[in-house]
């Protein structure tokens, strides 16, 4: 065993027991592409072809973690910014002849704390978070020890010539009888979106054994990036088929100081702001302002003249209690899933467990760090709030209207 699965340690039989399975999604990304260099961030969209299986996971909220598994530097910071964990694979599970099993072994000797591993691939940016939450349900509620996807076909096969053989033979029709499309069901092929399994089967060199089912996925959404290697027609396929992800319309942000670093205050003439981190906070407000997100901030201190010089459409509640926070949200006609909140302390965590959206920085308090979905790198800041603003943005609904627009532009160009 090496010292990274030594350290992990075998979770206690007795702890197992008690607490539920976890389930984790696994993106399997090797740096390493023969058709297109770096194929798994290539923008697709507007996002990196990643993303768009990173968001359907992340949104599902049916896992417990969520992992990419990767070889390459660039690739672990396109899925941290998307809030996920990275595996950094050893270099023998990253060669070309390696298979997803072996591959998907080497990460659950690393991390025993999984029990269900949902084997996503990077190239199926079409699937949805409801499929995933229907998977969850077959291995969780029903029992069964493996899941894969698979599209219905309506393909009749014939058998190839080979040397030696001169004629083809029908595969699955009988040409005397030939079917109409409706009145044949077709057949179920793989479409290789995603193979779910339990740890204890992997463990034996299966991905699909046991109680095994299969979960039929629409054609439509049936877009494999390996096979669809024309960029411009899988884009449009992605933006009518695929999951656009969270409509957000307010970030509530009740970290104090986050429009520096730490620090926000006037000069004595009230008109000279002086900070000691510059005003990419402010630059985060701006980035969500354009997207259409209103920006509530929650402060302890009456802070509204800082606010004004720096000519922020930003409004300020000062010690405002969650009931205020939910009457505003009730005013403006939305649901939680629609608001992003950023908070660092235990009067926050309600919030940011009930939001669409929930992220802390990194000095936050461990009850909110629990809470939270997004953890920021930078602590209490206004690099703290550009970040959180940049996640934000990366699992927002991707706008039509604007890809289409990009496409004119650069068809006249």
């Known amino acids: 065993m090496d010292r990274a699965a030594a350290a992990a340690g075998p979770v206690p039989a007795a702890e197992a027991e008690q607490r539920p399975a976890h389930m984790a ?66 270099a023998e599970v990253s060669k070309d002849t390696t298979s997803s099993l072996e591959t998907i072994q080497e990460f659950l000797r690393h991390h025993n704390e999984v029990d269900i591993v949902g084997h996503i691939q990077a190239t199926s940016p079409c699937l949805h978070p409801d499929d995933l939450i229907k998977v969850s349900k077959m291995i969780r509620e029903d029992g069964y020890d493996s899941v894969f996807s698979v599209v219905r076909r309506h393909l009749f096969r014939w058998s190839e010539i080979k040397k030696g053989v001169n004629v083809t033979k029908p595969q699955n029709l009988n040409p005397a009888k030939r079917p109409r499309r409706q009145d044949w069901d077709g057949e179920l092929c793989e479409n290789g979106s995603f193979y779910f399994a339990k740890k204890n089967l992997i463990e034996k060199d299966y991905l699909q054994g046991g109680k095994v089912i299969y979960y039929e996925m629409r054609a439509e959404c049936s877009v494999d990036i390996d096979i669809d290697i024309d960029w411009p027609i899988a884009e449009q396929r992605v933006l009518r088929y695929g999951y656009l992800g969270k409509e957000m319309k307010l970030l509530v942000c009740s970290v104090d100081g986050w429009l520096t670093s730490g620090h926000s205050f006037l000069s004595e003439d009230q008109k000279e702001i002086s900070s000691g981190g510059g005003d990419r906070g402010a630059d985060g407000i701006s980035l969500l302002k354009k997207r259409g997100v209103q920006v509530w901030r929650l402060s302890e201190e009456e802070c509204s003249k800082t606010i004004s010089a720096m000519k922020l459409d930003c409004e300020v509640k000062v010690s405002a209690t969650r009931k205020q926070v939910e009457d505003r949200i009730n005013k403006m006609s939305l649901s939680w899933k629609e608001v992003a909140y950023l908070g660092y302390k235990e009067s926050d965590v309600d919030c940011l467990k009930e939001a669409g959206m929930s992220g802390v920085p990194a000095d936050a308090c461990a009850a909110a760090q629990e809470a939270a979905d997004y953890i920021c790198k930078s602590n209490r800041g206004s690099d703290a709030i550009q970040e959180f603003a940049e996640y934000v943005l990366l699992l927002m609904k991707t706008e039509f209207v604007n890809f289409e627009e990009r496409k004119l532009n650069e068809l006249k160009n």
Do not use: C, M, Y
């Open 25 to 90: 999604a696994l993106v399997l990304a090797r740096g390493g592409s023969k058709g297109i260099p770096l194929k798994n961030i290539k923008p697709l969209a507007g996002l990196p072809l990643i993303g768009w299986v990173l968001r359907a996971a992340i949104d599902s909220g049916v896992f417990q973690s969520v992992w990419v598994s990767t070889d390459h530097d660039e690739i672990e910071k396109v899925a941290k910014k998307f809030g996920v964990k990275v595996h950094r694979r050893s």
